[in-house]
Structure formats: C-alpha cells, structure tokens
Nanobody, 117 residues
C-alpha cells in the first residue's frame, strides 16, 4: 500500500511563494508519473502539473511559468514550487500516483494553500 503525504501549504499574500512537498512511503515515484492536482472552493479537482519517470514536465496553462514541479527520487519526494501566487490559486493541493502494474490510484490527503489579496 502506497501512502502519500503532502506538506508545505499555508496562508500567503498575493505575489508570494510556497513550496509544496509530497512524500511517498515507497519508491513508486521512480517508476511512474506523479501529478499535483488542486481543488478550489466550489470547483472540480484539476491537474496542475505532472512529472514523468523520465523527468518530462507538464503544466496547466493557468500556472505555467509560475509553478515548477521537481522530484528527488533518492528521497522519494516530489515538489511543487508556487511563485507569483494569485487569489485564484487558493485550493487544496493533492499529489497523485498511478501504479503502472495494477492501475491503482493513490492520493495524499492534501495541503491547503490560501492566497490573500
């Protein structure tokens, strides 16, 4: 059973920065794509950024050039650097992995990011 835990959320002013972390209980990050998702108040959960096993990254248009996803396989960690934060970035942020061998999907409990005007 894979367990994911996000951390690093908090309250920040518009234009500020945060670094989110996602820790895995095992080495699954090394063998699959990891995604950061978010769900704002009254909104559907959406993909924010992903990083493949090979290190290829993908971003939602709304965060491109402001957010950066990275990984540290040795530490079983994936990070999301959030810069130039806007009020509309307020959401609970989740990391997710899909097990390529059994198609199981794992989510963390989320970390709250609140951007104040």
């Amino acid at each position: 059973q894979v367990q994911l835990v996000e951390s690093g959320g908090g309250l920040v002013q518009t234009g500020g920065s945060l670094t989110l972390s996602c820790a895995s209980s095992g080495a699954i990050f090394r063998i699959t794509t990891v995604g950061w998702y978010r769900q704002g108040p009254g909104k559907q959960r959406e993909l924010v950024a992903s990083i493949s096993r090979a290190g290829a990254t993908n971003y939602a248009g709304s965060v491109k050039d402001r957010f950066t996803i990275s990984r540290d396989n040795a530490k079983n960690m994936v990070y999301l650097q959030l810069n130039s934060l806007k009020a509309e970035d307020t959401a609970t942020y989740y990391c997710r992995v899909d097990n390529p061998f059994n198609q199981a999907i794992y989510w963390g409990p989320g970390t709250q990011v609140t951007v104040s005007a």
